[in-house]
């Protein structure tokens, strides 16, 4: 079923500490913790700041298709890993397998909305 699509996974690493890592299939929300952390990390609201802020969610957006995009901001460093999960992995076989043995149409789509564009587009 989703042979020729792929599992993309996002995973945050603050400071290099293995207990700051935050994980995600979704990119939009990926960017929503970069955002929401650069403005605890940075405080007051500003243009200067809203605008660097912007600046960031632009690279990151640039850069979507690297498998890592490294941020330093001061003393707070960020790396951003993009992992992709093929048909070659059991949990994607899995899921497909899962995909077709549902009948529930919104656990269905939930299971859909996991795989992203087709790898060889």
């Not at 048909?87 to 994607?92: L, Q, T």
């Amino acid at each position: 079923m989703f042979k020729e699509r792929i599992i993309t996974i996002w995973m945050i690493v603050y400071d290099g500490d293995a207990s700051r890592v935050y994980t995600t299939t979704s990119f939009d929300k990926m960017l929503a913790s970069i955002e929401g952390s650069l403005r605890g990390y940075c405080g007051d609201e500003t243009p200067a700041l809203e605008e660097m802020y912007q600046q960031v969610i632009d690279r990151i957006k640039a850069a979507e298709e690297q498998p890592a995009i490294p941020m330093r901001f001061n003393n707070l460093h960020v790396v951003v890993y993009r992992w992709e999960i093929d048909g070659s992995n059991p949990i994607h076989h899995i899921l497909g397998q899962c995909y077709s043995a549902v009948e529930d149409p919104d656990l269905r789509e939930q299971i859909d909305s996991l795989f992203s564009a087709s790898v060889f587009t």
